[in-house]
């Protein structure tokens, strides 16, 4: 007659083997999964703790950067220096901010921040199209205003005021968000 | 066998919060890259909202950190 393994007998064979091995090892799956799983859920905590001591960083790196709206009076060129269609790099308000003049008639002369403004890459002039190209992702904006021709940027270029006397041209502030749209 | 089915059950609990854990901290992942791109477009608008959503995101991580905490020093039950 077969019991189909459900007599003690065959019960107790079956577990033997198993007894023994969890004498030498007496650890329990569910409780090392429970170690494993509580240290990576601590790790993932002091991650988050982390990232939000990075947001902390761009608040105060904001809260200490004082902003350029109104800039110092700074000759960045002459009038006769540049050809139409020229183009002078130059640094405002401080010599970590790359700017750039265009002259882009006998009297009309443009000056942008050089930073597009999707992520920071260096924009160019083409005097083509009379636009400036960002070459990082493709990004365009009108060379006359400043605005967004096309690409990923989402807002304007932001402009530089200038002042032009006795043949001079001088830097003088960020221009205004609607004043850079034109 | 009792004591496997309660390491189960606090495993199961584990992984639950686990979960959220994760669900919280990829809202802050995302949080900070908008603030990134925010920052690198020369913008500021982002800084502090984004800050306050991440801070607020730590806080229930650290009361999930609490909770984990209580679990770990609650007694076998029988």
Redesign the interface.
């Known amino acids: 007659m077969s019991c189909g393994g459900n007599c003690e007998n065959c019960k107790s064979k079956e577990a033997a083997p198993e007894e023994k091995w969890r004498e030498d090892f007496p650890v329990?799956w569910?409780?090392d999964?429970?170690v494993t799983?509580?240290d990576?859920?601590?790790f993932?905590?002091l991650?988050?703790?982390a990232?939000?001591l990075?947001?902390?960083y761009?608040?105060a790196?904001?809260a200490l950067t004082p902003r350029a709206e109104s800039g110092p009076i700074v000759k960045i060129a002459t009038q006769t220096e540049l050809p139409i269609g020229g183009v002078k790099l130059f640094r405002y308000p401080t010599e970590a901010d790359p700017a750039m003049l265009i002259r882009l008639a006998e009297e009309r002369f443009v000056a942008f921040?050089q930073?597009c403004?999707?992520?920071?890459c260096p924009v160019h002039f083409n005097a083509e199209k009379t636009q400036l190209d960002c070459p990082c992702h493709n990004g365009t904006f009108d060379a006359r205003t400043g605005r967004v021709l096309g690409g990923p940027?989402?807002?304007p270029l932001?402009r530089i005021a200038l002042k032009i006397e006795n043949g001079e041209i001088f830097a003088a502030g960020l221009a205004s968000q609607d004043e850079a749209e034109g | 066998m009792k004591?496997?089915v309660w390491?189960?059950r606090?495993?199961q609990a584990?992984?639950m919060?686990?979960c959220l854990?994760?669900a919280?901290?990829l809202i802050?992942?995302w949080?900070?890259t908008l603030?990134?791109?925010?920052?690198?477009?020369?913008?500021?608008a982002l800084?502090?909202p984004?800050?306050l959503a991440?801070?607020g995101?730590?806080l229930v991580?650290?009361m999930?950190?609490r909770y984990?905490h209580d679990l770990?020093h609650r007694r076998e039950e029988g």
């Open positions: 329990e569910a409780a999964n429970y799983r509580r990576f859920t601590r993932l905590i991650t988050s703790g990232t939000f990075g947001n902390g761009f608040v790196k904001n921040r930073r403004t999707h992520l920071s940027p989402p807002r932001p | 004591k496997r390491w189960q606090r495993a584990l992984v919060l686990l854990v994760l919280l901290f802050q992942l949080l900070i603030a990134l791109e925010d920052h690198l477009a020369e913008h500021s800084a502090i984004t800050f991440s801070g995101c730590f991580n650290l999930l950190l984990i770990d």
